[in-house]
């Protein structure tokens, strides 16, 4: 099955127009709608809609300056607006580079789990068998799995710092509990995405088996779940996209990345860009790089409403494989991980020892899910767990984002 979230809507404040008697033509705004009006079954939806959007938002934002921070994609240009900052380029996140990857990131986990906890309140025990509250739990786990993996630490609500595995706990307490929900309500499609969210996390936790199990009862080539943008205005388009459109940004370049002679060697369908005839450089100099750089820009996201995948069937074959290989089954975990590369007609990898194999699958792990928002997450990890394997050299940069001066300064548990 591949799925697109389709009716993710906005919340808007509403107003309300009072004209009085004569020519009295006073106007009276109440304000954004008050809470309690949202306790009812017929408001539910919107609220989990409104959730995933905020989660969209978020990962919009943590994908694409991740991706240059850990080189799926190198500055080609602008560095405000929709551009790579000067530190950005050097893999440098810093507390006072604003707060918009924590706020946004942040938003959307309290918008799911606030969302849960008043689905609940208003459902009562109906709420067991709600498809509704199934995926609002959905977003809950992609938007802690979101934290977890982006960002350096945990902090819950205005509380004190934490470790960023606990975001994780979080993601598979809401993932479990969408299966149990989403089998109650007879919804296969739902519960088999909190089922592959839970491989996705249970991997992070180090839960090998359970991470096998989970994946292994999903499909490899029919099922994907993936996140939609949307036209409306620019804070809905894929960030990835817009930022190297040539409309007017040229941001960024595959040109130079592991990618760059890797698809011109394989021609790999999962990592395609493009160059142009007459416009054959970013949209600025960049001083990290020397000048002006090519212009190669990426077409896995070809318009501003391209999805971006959240978990997929594909992704289990290497979760499953990841599993084997730490368990000293490289044989096996070669046959897991080139099962894609077979199905697309690529030239499988080899490996004659463990080390060759953990090379193969970072690679493979890094082309699968290029440009999802995952790579910094899975270089922390591999680091902290001393994973051997070659791999892109990340020396000296950063590998997650910190709490920011705007959370630092009001959160008087981390002053």
Not at 15 to 39: E, R, S, W, Y
Not at 276 to 291: H, K, P, Q
Not at 339 to 355: E, F, G, M, V
């Amino acid at each position: 099955m591949t799925m697109n979230i389709r009716a993710i809507a906005r919340t808007a404040p509403v107003a309300a127009l009072a004209l009085a008697a004569g020519c009295d033509l006073k106007v009276t705004n109440p304000g954004p709608i008050q809470a309690a009006f949202l306790d009812t079954p017929a408001a539910l939806t919107a609220i989990v809609n409104g959730a995933g959007r905020d989660l969209a938002e978020g990962l919009n934002w943590t994908a694409y300056t991740g991706a240059a921070v850990t080189k799926e994609v190198l500055p080609s240009g602008s560095t405000a607006a929709f551009g790579i900052s000067v530190r950005q380029q050097l893999g440098v996140l810093s507390p006072d580079d604003g707060g918009d990857w924590w706020n946004q990131a942040q938003r959307a986990r309290w918008t799911a789990e606030n969302g849960v906890a008043r689905i609940k309140e208003v459902l009562g025990s109906a709420a067991n068998n709600s498809a509704t509250l199934a995926q609002g739990l959905i977003w809950v786990g992609f938007s802690n799995r979101h934290l977890g993996e982006n960002f350096c630490d945990c902090v819950i609500d205005g509380g004190a710092k934490q470790a960023h595995t606990v975001y994780f706990e979080r993601a598979e307490a809401a993932f479990t509990e969408a299966i149990t929900v989403a089998t109650a309500a007879n919804n296969a499609t739902l519960r088999d995405v909190a089922t592959a969210g839970r491989a996705s996390v249970r991997l992070l936790r180090g839960n090998l088996s359970g991470a096998s199990a989970d994946a292994a009862l999903i499909p490899s080539n029919t099922f994907v779940y993936r996140m939609p943008y949307f036209v409306n205005t620019v804070d809905q388009y894929n960030r990835i996209y817009w930022a190297s459109a040539n409309q007017p940004y040229r941001a960024h370049t595959v040109w130079g990345t592991f990618y760059d002679n890797y698809r011109r060697t394989t021609r790999d369908p999962r990592v395609p860009f493009d160059s142009s005839l007459t416009v054959r450089f970013g949209d600025a100099a960049v001083t990290s790089l020397g000048g002006q750089v090519r212009w190669f820009f990426q077409t896995k996201y070809p318009v501003r409403e391209s999805s971006i995948n959240l978990v997929s069937g594909w992704e289990m074959r290497l979760i499953e494989a990841e599993a084997l290989l730490v368990g000293g089954d490289v044989n096996g975990a070669m046959t897991k991980l080139n099962a894609r590369r077979i199905a697309l007609s690529l030239t499988p990898w080899t490996a004659a020892n463990a080390t060759e194999a953990w090379t193969a699958l970072k690679r493979e792990r890094g082309i699968e899910l290029w440009l999802e928002g995952r790579r910094m997450g899975d270089f922390r990890r591999w680091a902290a767990l001393n994973r051997p394997g070659a791999q892109e050299d990340m020396a000296g940069r950063n590998l997650c984002f910190p709490i920011p001066l705007s959370e630092l300064e009001t959160n008087p548990n981390l002053r």
